[in-house]
């Protein structure tokens, strides 16, 4: 099977409502575990689905996704962030949760929401300022400090 047809594999079975679409669904993270492709990060990133009936698998994409360089997978799902966010919010909030816990990570976010277009860093700025909202130690400072830095032009 190749990366492309494992990533459609993956989209298709992403309900993960039963045993065989679990079973597609990881035969197809093998395939791109094994076979790295950056290409194919904004489509892997556009499998997560809030309406998933299988989370703690759904949560083995993020772990994959999390495998490939911060550049390349931040840049991706900023590519496709206005999508991702009306697909998957719930996932697309634990993406930010993730990235804003790593140094490297929000470095690299930092960098790359400051020259997204306006569009996604609206988006991106308004997730962060629930995160900062939420209060939660150490995470809402994070996210303020992005704020600080990447979102001035959408205050």
Not at 96 to 102: K, Q, T
Not at 107 to 120: C, G, H, K, P
Request: charged share 25%.
């Amino acid at each position: 099977m190749t990366t492309a047809a494992a990533v459609e594999a993956m989209r298709s079975s992403s309900g993960l409502g039963d045993e065989r679409a679990v079973e597609t669904f990881l035969a197809g993270l093998r395939v791109v575990e094994a076979h790295p492709d950056p290409a194919q990060l904004p489509s892997l990133h556009l499998i997560l689905d809030d309406a998933t009936a299988n989370t703690e698998v759904m949560f083995s994409l993020v772990h994959l996704l999390e495998t490939y360089t911060p550049d390349a997978q931040i840049a991706a799902m900023l590519s496709v962030l206005p999508e991702l966010q009306e697909r998957a919010g719930w996932w697309t909030k634990a993406l930010h949760y993730r990235i804003l816990n790593s140094d490297e990570a929000r470095a690299v976010y930092m960098r790359l929401l400051s020259d997204a277009q306006s569009e996604t860093r609206g988006i991106a700025c308004s997730i962060l300022g629930k995160i900062e909202a939420e209060g939660r130690p150490g995470v809402s400072d994070r996210a303020r400090l992005v704020r600080a830095s990447a979102c001035v032009r959408e205050a």
